[in-house]
């Protein structure tokens, strides 16, 4: 039977822990030391990257008030002066979690508060007085371990109402032959984005395989510093517990100030870890400083 | 006396150097092997964040259309659901190059040709089909050097109309006591930032020092990956050349295949490097994956 | 068979008709005298307004790039001051044309002209240059009738592939007890609202009955001032010409200089035209003063 | 000495009057009787557009938010098909607010409440649920009146700390020889527009001569229907009272439920109210049904 959210968040609470002031979290797991451990991880170079496209062609729907980007250019190959030279230049209009995006601490709160006793009063139109994604400048950059949950049960992609329980993350590290030091950035395929890259923006958005709520509680064993997936929201959607849209969004982010990563394209590093049985790497991740800001959108590189 | 900025393009040209389809130029030379030495230089993991805040108090003055980012927020610490939590979510609006940025290779032309022979009549409406800011998605990480040319004369800013000499470049790095191998990212400090930070968006962009047309043929022959300055074009403007309103961008995009940074807040970095005397470190500075972008905005991050 | 559009162009030519320079093409038929005679109309002060609420539901489906409006608010109720009292303030991004809208003269070309021999190169990423629609920021406003060709044939909404002759035009006049004076606006009622209203924007978007090249001399003899409907286009489309793809928006816009308007809402006003058997009304239809714009949002209201 | 803007608004309260849920307020006024009346203004059909340009060199200098427009092209003359034809195409990004304007009912608020007892609270990020612009869809058309307060003092534009009294208005209109009959719409030219065109938009922004507090009852008693002027707030700015930030918005958008129009350009108009001495008309200024919105962006067309 499913926990109540509020007590499992009660329980895995970090608040605190980096001080009344802290507005980063559990990246503050990522220090110098384990950024340098990170960077030995890039052994041979090869780089991957894990951004979607920003394109009209992207996988919103207008749930939520998400539209894909729309990109404008304001100048074109036309725009030429009079020493025969031009410059082309262009604009973006978008959401700042319509793709591969960090949802910062600032983007979940529940009974008044984000992350930290953060009042969820102080985001207003103004955007995010604390907590916003600015604050996590000099992030995210780290080691990285993939959990290929999908290539573990053999298929492509998991099945939209598989929930992943702690066990799976044990069995999968456990399989691959890796294990998961305190301040790594965690990747979980579930192999997902295929629902759009091989389906449609609709197929994709209606539902998704991802963490169960069991998952908040070995996260915070392993001290995992940052959590991303190849689904639209890290968790398994919908939930089935009808007292909590996104509980796991709530533990993590606003209990236990875990910044999460969604619709990260593990596709060709998941394969690459597979061929060469390598599944640790550099991830460099870096957040736009989006003044007030809850979330950004990004290009993660991994690099083996 | 000042060349003319096509003949020395056409002396300097990369293309065809990597085939006629090549779209991502001098970011060739950062071959996985420069990008595991650049991870090496992640001694001690400290991190330093190279980008602009994106906020309504940016640099931008309306020059070329350019406007400063509008951030608005589609949901605040109101938007409570009946589970008792909350999402709170975020637009923006914002030209690629308003701050911290990479102009991609479409991003300038002369005689009607962008590098590699790419015709500036693809730059449409729509964007640019070849040459596009997605097409660096990998890049862009790899070893980078600092040129603090303002502490190399003993300045926190050079004059407005400074013009940075190959000499002056070989004379700090000399200075500095670092080399520049091929395939390494050059970032070159002007302290010109400081008109913004410390004067205003209006001193700013009212003209700048940097670097002046002969130092192409340096960067060429240093064979070097990416240039990025902490002014917002690069070159010193006006260039006092009436013939060119931005030769150095015509050379290094159009002919070399380079791919510029621009705002790239190098103050503390080099205040660092200036008291451990070391000068290289790992780039991390990843585009966003716009399609048929022709610039990124970006947080570059330093890691020494 | 089909005529070509050119020759049919060509023939209903209204270039220089009002002067070299002109601007605003058939709006010049709506002289101060019609405009007055447009005002008399107003009989019993009945105001209806024709426009399609602006909102992310609307019509759009991405087709051409365009998407439906996006509405932002900057200040909420949240945003109280010191003196007790605050202010909700917003944004909007939408495409000029998204829904009820004013084609102004440059939104349509060929053969490398638009109305009046105004280049089409004369419309570049900065806008037109000529025929923008702030031109016709005077306008519009003047006298208007309704030609409720569905209701002619009694069915709620033509079908889609109905092409409207001229025959037929007249004959809905004739059944209303209407006549069209030259220099009137004229209203043309297809049904095909109800396909959003009542269908969805992709049932919408998929086709449309409408105005066949047959009536482009029409309404040269009638010398409409200005044309509107209640389909996203006004011509039936698909044409079936495999030879062009909106002959009537080529004749009618380029050739006769007439402002085409979109996506009007006509239903309630159409009902009380049945009613009461007068289908001549004053129309205030005044375009956004977008500068170098090349249409136009509106709320057109009709007074009878 | 200057009344408490709270016990002016209690005298002057409109709340209830057109029943609990009315959402318009005083444009209850503007029957269909008055709209004919107003057409019969329309006596020689000479049209003036009191619309600003909407175009980045517009009044806004960021103040609350608020920015200039960017107009972008989608499709430009470059845009052309296999038959030889092309559509130009645009996008804008704009605050509802940002030049001329009507303010909706739900754009001020005090003490927790809109007009006719409309919680604040009902305006969140998704906007005004009730009172929106789309609700005036109808309006706002009818007989206006210029009361040309500048001219009447001899001078272009009234002095930046000019409050125009009630007895002002009286003297203005007795000299103009016109009454101002119930259900009217007031325009009120301070000649401040002249600041922004003939000055710069920081100075039009810097403060504005416009009316006091003590005109709300003067409004409320000739049952003025909608209220216009030519600078930025409708009212003196700033109000010289420390107790209220914009009194006058206060009184007569929250408590009277007055739509009030800013930034009308009335240039063009008094001169010819001045030359013919007609100073009625019939204005047309439609709202664009922006679903949710608390302000609008318009032409205004006044009919002579």
């Given at each position: ?34 950024v ?25 729907i ?101 929930g ?55 996260l ?29 969004h ?7 100030g ?47």
């Amino acid at each position: 039977m499913t926990r109540d959210f509020r007590a499992v968040g009660r329980d895995l609470s970090n608040w605190g822990r980096w001080g009344a002031d802290d507005e980063i979290g559990t990246l503050n797991l990522i220090t110098p030391a384990r950024v340098a451990a990170g960077a030995a991880l890039a052994r041979t170079g090869r780089v991957f990257d894990l951004g979607y496209t920003l394109s009209s062609k992207g996988p919103q729907i207008g749930l939520g008030g998400r539209v894909n980007p729309v990109h404008l250019m304001s100048m074109t190959g036309q725009s030429v002066y009079p020493d025969g030279a031009g410059f082309a230049d262009d604009f973006i209009v978008m959401p700042l979690q319509c793709a591969t995006q960090w949802d910062g601490l600032a983007h979940v709160f529940y009974d008044g508060f984000c992350y930290n006793e953060v009042p969820a009063s102080s985001i207003t139109p103004q955007g995010a007085d604390r907590l916003a994604i600015d604050r996590i400048a000099r992030g995210v950059i780290g080691p990285a371990v993939l959990a290929d949950v999908a290539r573990f049960h053999g298929v492509d992609c998991l099945a939209p109402d598989h929930g992943i329980s702690p066990g799976e993350l044990d069995a999968t590290l456990d399989r691959q032959g890796v294990t998961l030091a305190p301040g790594s950035i965690l990747l979980v395929r579930t192999g997902w984005t295929r629902r759009f890259t091989e389906g449609s923006a609709a197929e994709f958005m209606s539902g998704e395989p991802g963490l169960t709520l069991e998952c908040c509680e070995w996260l915070r064993e392993h001290d995992v510093a940052a959590l991303a997936a190849d689904n639209w929201a890290v968790e398994r959607y919908p939930t089935g517990d009808p007292g909590a849209i996104m509980p796991v969004h709530y533990v993590l982010i606003r209990d236990m100030g875990m910044t999460l990563g969604e619709m990260f394209d593990l596709e060709a590093l998941a394969a690459d870890c597979a061929a060469d049985g390598v599944y640790e790497f550099l991830l460099a991740a870096p957040a736009l400083k989006v003044a007030n800001g809850v979330g950004t959108p990004l290009n993660p590189l991994a690099v083996k």
